[in-house]
Nanobody, 123 residues
């Protein structure tokens, strides 16, 4: 079982930065961030496992995932933010202790979810 609690959401102007945190209770080899904008399906933003980090094309070069040494907190550093980054952001962990799959941003691989934190980017 993995328990996830996000924090750090808020409002920011376009071009600005924001850092999200996810407090992790338990362990999963594959963890990351997803988001859901109003009227759209939830999409993968970035996930990581011991082999590497896997970013959606829309955030490459702007967002960075990291984890503290103790493994208790997962972070998402968001820079050069755009209005299209506005969404509810969710922390997620893959079930079964497995590493990320060959399609790492596939939502159905993830069975543990946080409650979400809202991010709003104004232009």
């Amino acid at each position: 079982q993995v328990h996830l609690v996000e924090s750090g959401g808020g409002s920011v102007q376009a071009g600005g930065s924001l850092t999200l945190s996810c407090a992790v209770g338990g362990y999963s080899s594959c963890m990351g961030w997803f988001r859901q904008a109003p009227g759209k399906e939830r999409e993968g933003v970035v996930v990581r496992d011991p082999l590497g980090n896997y970013y959606a094309d829309s955030v490459k070069g702007r967002f960075t995932i990291s984890k503290d040494d103790a493994g208790n907190t997962l972070y998402l550093q968001m820079n050069s933010m755009k209005s299209e980054d506005t969404a509810m952001y969710y922390c997620a962990a893959r079930t079964g202790g497995l590493w990320c799959s060959s399609t790492p941003l596939r939502e159905s691989d993830f069975g543990f979810w946080g409650q979400g934190t809202q991010v709003t980017v104004s232009s």
